[in-house]
T-cell receptor, first 115, second 111 residues
């Protein structure tokens, strides 16, 4: 158990809908990261928050957004869902900003299926 | 484009043998590399990491080797066990905490 908690574990929704994925980082970790894992794209970095502020953006679609709250939990919002958004979404956390040597721990993921 | 690639998509070894999983990376400026293990239905699990100022680091039954000259990383697992069966990813750390993952190598351990 990495200590990173994600909910829900599984989610099935229809195209065009909006979902929110939730993440609680490890106790004491200030950084939260979101990754998407699909069969054709592998593990792709989406976004990084540190202590409530956005620090880095990766291949995140405009239909997707994220935020980190004062209690350090984070939410990833996915809207206008398309079939291609079906994937595993991972949250990860680390103590600091991820500079080299700062271990990043992953949660168990949220399986999103868009039908 | 940027990428961290794995030389072999699958690796099958006999229980008790040593396993070597290879990885090539493209950004010579990367300063930190990590190996993750992912079992079916689970998230990536941290195994071992190495900074770019090192060429070798050992953990329990695992060793990571870094060759910056040829931008190559390897993970060695000693006395491979059935519980080691999983997909192994190398990841290259970039600015802002971004990890660039390789495609993964599926390790299968035969009893």
């Amino acid at each position: 158990d990495s200590g990173v908690t994600q909910t829900p574990k599984h989610l099935i929704t229809a195209t065009g809908q909006r979902v929110t994925l939730r993440c609680s980082p490890r106790s004491g970790d200030l950084s939260v990261y979101w990754y998407q894992q699909s069969l054709d794209q592998g593990l792709q970095f989406l976004i990084h928050y540190y202590n409530g502020e956005e620090r880095a953006k990766g291949n995140i679609l405009e239909r997707f957004s994220a935020q980190q709250f004062p209690d350090l939990h984070s939410e990833l919002n996915l809207s206008s869902l398309e079939l291609g958004d079906s994937a595993l979404y991972f949250c990860a956390s680390s103590v600091a900003t991820g500079t080299g040597g700062n271990t990043i721990y992953f949660g168990e993921g949220s399986w999103l299926t868009v039908v | 484009g940027e990428s961290v690639g794995l030389h072999l998509p699958t690796l099958s070894v006999q229980e008790g043998d040593n396993s070597i999983i290879n990885c090539a990376y493209s950004n010579s400026a990367s300063d930190y590399f990590i190996w993750y293990k992912q079992e079916s239905g689970k998230g990536p699990q941290f195994i071992i990491d190495i900074r770019s100022n090192m060429d070798k680091r050992q953990g329990q039954r695992v060793t990571v080797l870094l060759n910056k000259t040829v931008k190559h990383l390897s993970l060695q697992i000693a006395a491979t066990q059935p519980g080691d069966s999983a997909v192994y990813f190398c990841a290259e750390h970039r600015q802002g905490g971004k990890l660039i993952f390789g495609q993964g190598t599926e390790l299968s351990v035969k009893p």
